[in-house]
């Protein structure tokens, strides 16, 4: 009984403490805003005798307070009733009661026209206000504490249900034995199995490829060819990081380098040089990778942790040269280099179309490069020191060889997402190679699941495609990207689509002592 | 590349060779420098020279503070917190809030009835400044360990660190999402008016000896030596540097690991939380992206002293301060170039002395 309360008690504290947050940084007001226009309500239109917006915020806060009750009554599997109902509501009552005092202590402090987001930028008065359900503060700070409650016990009583009647087992089972049957026709086996089963569904995706970009617009033409670039960098860091694991926080640098060699060679503005595109591209390419291999050559004897800093350094070493008043006459300083050149062939200048098959060619080029690597002696050799270096060099692998090897295929990679990405936008400067990018790739390569191709092609999806369909979370993505790493590394440190052969270690891995600290 | 049947020995002491050269022809390029400045053609007088020592030694007595966390932290568990700097702005905005809150309390008096309490009582305002600036940080530590760190404590080596990048970033954004993403003002007390301090006439012109600077230097002195004798004399150092040592062989004489390592995430975080309120005070500004560069230098002065060390991560701090205002001078180049010169510095360090000025010897595995 005690330990219940305890654990209802540290619930609803959690959850008191992630929904205040959420208040801080404005995300109810956001969130209510996107309900709102999800189910197509008219702002100021009244919806079960509420305003539209209070009603999609009710809902919003109406989930979480479910989502309290869902948690904590999931904890107590296997209780009676009564239990888990009791442990529910007092982890919603606690939820409440913080969201409540909270609510009531900024509500007073508004009406009493203290202008607070000088200091708490979110907590503008319409947003104070629709957190109390633009009641007064003590009837909104009631209303609160009262909804999160009940929502809470609704959750438990629910979870309660589908937990005794195991609604979701069944379901599951249900879908596994029809998968089973279906696979079980003998045509479906047949064409599952045999060879030409993967030739048709590249060839589909091919397709695909080629009739998206002539269909979709040039707003989506251009939001596909950066998660396009993406991918390409995700490709190049995933060699250097999920086959070598040389953790590289300075990849940047090499896009960089890239970017500004077309830059410079093909834009008339600080030297004059109308070099062909087709000419500079393989000249940005080898420079990112003559670069990187100067990099790695010092750092050849380094592991983990340092290589990370020192990779860190030196990608803000570039960023900072780059804007620097020193090198203002070679790299055009912080105002960037304009009329970068694009691609012509045959009389025909690139568009966005044409843009796109490129990105698309290079990607298809960067994963062909990647498969046969990885699956050759290289990229065994690899996978063995980015396990342990000791015993592969015992094993009789060069690893200075390799090491300098995954580096300069990686900084090649980021070199032709460079050219690519200076040609596409006519324009690169300083701010285009913020630390910034090198952490966007690293959480596409660890989200995706570091060495899996498709997961760093759904990793660079998830972070550059979906903020593009959810404008209005802009402002959050940066947040959740990092929220997403860390619950990653909690949660599936292996990634969503992670490659066989580590899935399999870290299953191994987790299974034996971490217990202890993972409750 | 060397080829496979080569022995080992003798890439060993071609690297040596090489960074034999390298360092007699860096050495030789700064001497011949010092001279060319100094005696044949001097640009600053001694004046500008004390300004710049003055500066230096400032700013590194910050970074020796927030180096000192990277140090216990990485002793400890052998692992990079890259959120120890964000721990830091949080301090910085701890101290922020608490001089405006004390700003807005008036105490009246008859001389002058516009009076607030921040500068009515200077001392008492920043004292409670510091309070709240080192307990949120060390509070933000603790939590930021049992969260992101602690789950991890078993897992690859890729994971914990990969963590913390994204707990800095979490904070970062959190920060800025919260309080803005404008650079706001530091407001001291009057008396501690950025820029006022004792002036000292020196050669042709006079060295101005901030008051905000004394008290970021002498303060954090004495937390370095408190510290000092924390880690050396109590029952509690003793435990930390047992667990430093060998976390099974603790475990076994009683002592309580994860509290250990907790502790150490409070006292780092507190540090931190320190250096952000001195930040602050004695630089001015604060904003959510302020502990990003400080962390990294912070990173660069514990590895210079040799990580795991303790007067190693001081003295490292210090160097990295004096290099920072000295270097540019000295070596002739822009300044706007003086955070290409401490990354530079970090990674010759890592390449020539990875163990650092006063580090112990690693093995290659920590390396």
């Given at each position: 009984m005690k330990t219940q309360i305890k654990s209802s008690l540290n619930a609803g504290i959690t959850f008191g403490i992630v929904?205040?947050?959420?208040?801080?940084?404005?995300?109810?007001?956001?969130?209510?805003?996107?309900?709102?226009?999800?189910?197509?309500?008219?702002?100021?239109?009244?919806?079960?005798?509420?305003?539209?917006?209070?009603?999609?915020?009710?809902?919003?806060?109406?989930?979480?307070?479910?989502?309290?009750?869902?948690?904590?009554?999931?904890?107590?599997?296997?209780?009676p009733f009564g239990t888990v109902l009791m442990s529910a509501t007092l982890t919603?009552?606690?939820?409440?009661?913080?969201?409540?005092?909270?609510?009531?202590?900024?509500?007073?402090?508004n009406a009493s026209g203290v202008k607070m987001n000088t200091y708490l930028s979110q907590l503008l008065p319409a947003s104070v206000k629709l957190f109390l359900f633009n009641q007064t503060s003590v009837l909104g700070a009631l209303s609160q504490l009262a909804f999160l409650t009940l929502t809470a016990l609704l959750g438990g009583a629910v979870t309660y249900g589908l937990t005794v009647s195991n609604v979701f087992g069944k379901l599951a089972d249900a879908w596994h034995s029809l998968w089973k049957q279906v696979n079980s026709v003998p045509a479906v086996a047949r064409f599952r199995a045999s060879p030409y089963f993967s030739s048709v569904m590249y060839g589909l995706l091919l397709l695909v490829m080629l009739l998206v970009p002539l269909r979709v617009g040039q707003y989506w033409n251009y939001t596909l060819g950066t998660v396009g670039i993406y991918v390409l960098l995700g490709l190049g860091l995933n060699i250097v990081v999920g086959l070598a694991g040389l953790l590289n926080l300075g990849y940047v640098a090499f896009f960089a380098i890239g970017a500004y060699t077309v830059a410079l060679l093909t834009s008339p503005a600080p030297h004059g040089l109308v070099w062909n595109f087709w000419l500079v591209l393989p000249l940005g390419i080898l420079a990112a990778t003559l670069v990187g291999v100067l990099l790695v050559v010092p750092v050849l004897r380094m592991r983990g942790d340092y290589l990370a800093i020192v990779t860190l350094g030196f990608g803000e070493i570039i960023r900072i040269l780059s804007k620097s008043d020193a090198l203002t006459w070679l790299t055009g300083g912080p105002k960037g280099v304009n009329n970068v050149g694009g691609p012509v062939l045959f009389g025909w200048v690139f568009n966005d179309v044409g843009y796109l098959y490129l990105i698309f060619l290079s990607v298809l080029l960067a994963i062909f490069v990647t498969r046969r690597l990885q699956n050759s002696r290289v990229g065994r050799a690899w996978e063995s020191m980015r396990e342990d270096e000791t015993v592969s060099r015992a094993m009789g692998i060069n690893i200075l060889r390799h090491k300098v090897l995954a580096f300069a295929i990686g900084a090649a990679f980021a070199g032709l997402g460079g050219v690519l990405f200076a040609a596409r936008n006519q324009f690169t400067g300083p701010e285009d190679h913020n630390m910034m990018v090198s952490i966007n790739v690293l959480s596409a390569v660890i989200v995706g699941g570091m060495g899996s191709i498709p997961g760093v092609i759904a990793g660079a999806f998830v972070l550059k495609g979906l903020p593009e369909i959810l404008r209005e979370l802009e402002n959050y993505r940066v947040l959740a990207f990092a929220t997403l790493l860390v619950v990653m590394m909690l949660v599936r440190p292996a990634g969503i689509l992670p490659a066989s052969r580590r899935k399999f270690e870290h299953e191994k891995g987790r299974a034996v002592p971490g217990e202890e600290g993972a409750k | 590349m060397a080829t496979e049947n080569k022995v080992n020995k003798k890439k060993v002491s071609t690297y040596k060779i090489v960074q034999i050269v390298l360092g007699v022809l860096f050495g030789g390029y700064i001497v011949w420098r010092l001279y060319q400045i100094l005696i044949a053609n001097p640009v600053y007088g001694p004046d500008t020279w004390l300004r710049f020592a003055i500066a230096g030694i400032i700013l590194g007595s910050v970074y020796a503070l927030v180096a000192i966390g990277y140090t216990l932290v990485y002793g400890i568990l052998h692992m990079i917190n890259f959120a120890h700097g964000d721990i830091m702005m949080i301090g910085a905005f701890g101290g922020y809030f608490v001089f405006e809150a004390l700003k807005n309390i008036s105490t009246p008096t008859v001389a002058d009835p516009k009076l607030n309490f921040l500068n009515a009582h200077p001392i008492v305002s920043v004292i409670l400044a510091f309070v709240v600036g080192v307990s949120v940080a060390a509070l933000s530590g603790y939590f930021l360990e049992r969260i992101a760190y602690r789950p991890l404590r078993n897992a690859p080596r890729l994971v914990p660190l990969i963590s913390a990048i994204g707990a800095s970033i979490f904070l970062e954004n959190a920060a800025m999402l919260m309080f803005g993403a404008q650079r706001r003002d530091f407001t001291n007390p009057v008396v501690l008016t950025r820029g006022n301090g004792w002036e000292i006439p020196v050669g042709g012109g006079t060295v101005i000896l901030t008051y905000t600077g004394v008290l970021t230097f002498v303060l954090s002195i004495v937390i370095l030596v408190l510290l000092y004798l924390l880690v050396q004399r109590t029952r509690m150092g003793r435990a930390m540097r047992a667990v430093a040592e060998n976390k099974n062989v603790a475990a076994l004489m009683g002592i309580n690991v994860d509290g250990i390592i907790s502790q150490?995430?409070?006292?780092?975080?507190?540090?931190?939380?320190?250096?952000?309120?001195?930040?602050?005070?004695?630089?001015?500004?604060?904003?959510?992206?302020?502990?990003?560069?400080?962390?990294i230098k912070a990173f660069t002065s514990a590895v210079l002293g040799g990580i795991g060390n303790l007067p190693g991560a001081m003295l490292g701090g210090l160097f990295l301060g004096g290099v920072?205002?000295?270097?540019?001078?000295?070596?002739?180049?822009?300044?706007?170039?003086?955070?290409?010169?401490?990354?530079?510095?970090?990674?010759?360090?890592?390449?020539?002395?990875?163990?650092?000025?006063?580090?112990?010897?690693l093995s290659e595995e920590k390396v």
């Open positions: 929904s205040l947050f959420l208040y801080l940084i404005g995300f109810t007001t956001t969130a209510s805003q996107i309900i709102q226009n999800l189910f197509k309500l008219k702002p100021a239109s009244i919806v079960l005798g509420m305003d539209s917006l209070v009603f999609s915020f009710s809902l919003f806060i109406g989930l979480i307070g479910v989502w309290a009750g869902v948690n904590q009554a999931r904890s107590q599997k296997g209780q919603g009552l606690t939820h409440g009661l913080i969201v409540a005092l909270v609510a009531y202590i900024t509500g007073s402090l | 150490t995430f409070i006292l780092s975080g507190g540090l931190a939380g320190a250096a952000g309120v001195m930040w602050g005070i004695h630089l001015g500004l604060v904003y959510y992206f302020l502990g990003f560069i400080p962390g920072e205002s000295l270097g540019p001078a000295v070596l002739g180049i822009d300044f706007q170039l003086k955070d290409v010169l401490a990354f530079g510095i970090l990674v010759l360090v890592l390449i020539f002395r990875p163990t650092g000025i006063l580090g112990e010897v």
